[in-house]
């Protein structure tokens, strides 16, 4: 009975806190709330402003009291970027190469990354160490190196001591320029993507693996039925990733495909082509040019925010699991 009023009195005790632990808790959610409203504010106003611009018809550029909602939508410039200043190639280029490069890099990416977890062979910390070297050179260092490579295309000069000849093989304007790449592991931020890789097959447990290779399984069927299943959220952060960076990608596709436009190349001059375009017409003014650029900018985004739209739940669970920040 002593011990049971004794735990009764401890119950009642009431915990005092000063209102100073009131007072910063509430300044931390204040400025919590402020970081946030701030980045997004940064992220979604150029997105807003271009939604907004593009949907507004001549009129409502002329009434004052059009601040974001126009009165009169109209689809009238999307009609027009869709149907005269024909796009159909260019998205269908970056989709083709968007599609190959990103599913082919994330196979290599994965196998090289196993392969830097699991496997210690002579000169591996060497072959890491130039790995994670491509990360932090900059792409434009190794540009006049790449550029000669795929113009007189050879593998460790074969090409030219079969034939007797410097190689002729000219890979520029094609897309064997970005599928080669991919196919080897060093497309458009590999280093990356091996590097995570490589981080999360290190954290599997090894006693899965040998589980699997006493049930006599192999190596191959190992990775591919043991460990491919337990990283589908690295597979598809990774995917996502590549997939962004290939359909953005200008500065790979202005040096290999300098006559062979993409979206990236097709929107980065597209003001001039709605100039010279309009200006056939006499229909040259800012009220038609500026709304028209806006609707390409958003008809090259739209992809990957409808992309990111149906699949964020998972991406955010992949962000997390990564632990990628920034």
Not at 9 to 34: F, M
Not at 128 to 153: C, D, E, H, M
Not at 242 to 255: E, G, K, N
Request: charged share 15%.
């Amino acid at each position: 009975m002593k011990k049971e009023s004794k735990t009764v009195s401890d119950n009642s005790r009431r915990i005092e806190i000063s209102p100073a632990y009131y007072l910063g808790k509430s300044l931390s959610t204040l400025l919590r709330w402020l970081f946030l409203i701030s980045i997004s504010f940064v992220i979604l106003y150029p997105l807003f402003y271009m939604f907004s611009m593009s949907l507004r018809s001549t009129s409502d550029f002329y009434d004052i009291t059009v601040v974001w909602v126009p009165k009169n939508f109209t689809f009238e410039h999307f009609k027009y970027v869709l149907t005269k200043l024909g796009i159909e190639k260019p998205m269908f280029r970056t989709a083709l190469i968007t599609v190959v490069c990103a599913a082919a890099e994330i196979f290599v990416c994965s196998a090289v990354g196993y392969g830097f977890a699991r496997f210690k062979f002579k000169g591996s910390n060497i072959l890491f160490g130039i790995v994670i070297f491509t990360i932090v050179v900059p792409p434009q260092i190794l540009n006049l190196a790449n550029y000669l490579l795929v113009k007189n295309f050879d593998i460790f000069g074969i090409i030219g001591a079969l034939s007797g000849a410097p190689s002729k093989i000219n890979l520029l304007d094609s897309v064997w320029a970005f599928f080669l790449p991919a196919v080897s592991g060093m497309g458009i931020r590999s280093g990356l993507l091996i590097l995570i890789f490589r981080q999360f097959y290190a954290s599997i447990p090894v006693e899965l693996e040998e589980a699997s290779l006493i049930d006599g399984c192999g190596f191959l069927k190992t990775y591919f039925m043991i460990m491919v299943p337990n990283l589908s959220n690295t597979f598809l952060l990774c995917s996502i990733l590549s997939v962004v960076w290939y359909w953005t990608d200008y500065f790979y596709a202005l040096i290999y495909l300098p006559t062979w436009k993409t979206m990236a190349l097709q929107v980065q001059r597209i003001y001039e082509l709605l100039y010279n375009r309009l200006g056939l017409t006499g229909d040259r003014t800012v009220y038609n040019i500026i709304p028209k650029t806006l609707a390409a900018c958003l008809v090259f985004i739209l992809p990957l925010l409808i992309m990111f739209l149906v699949i964020q739940k998972w991406f955010s669970q992949s962000i997390e699991n990564s632990g990628l920040v920034g």
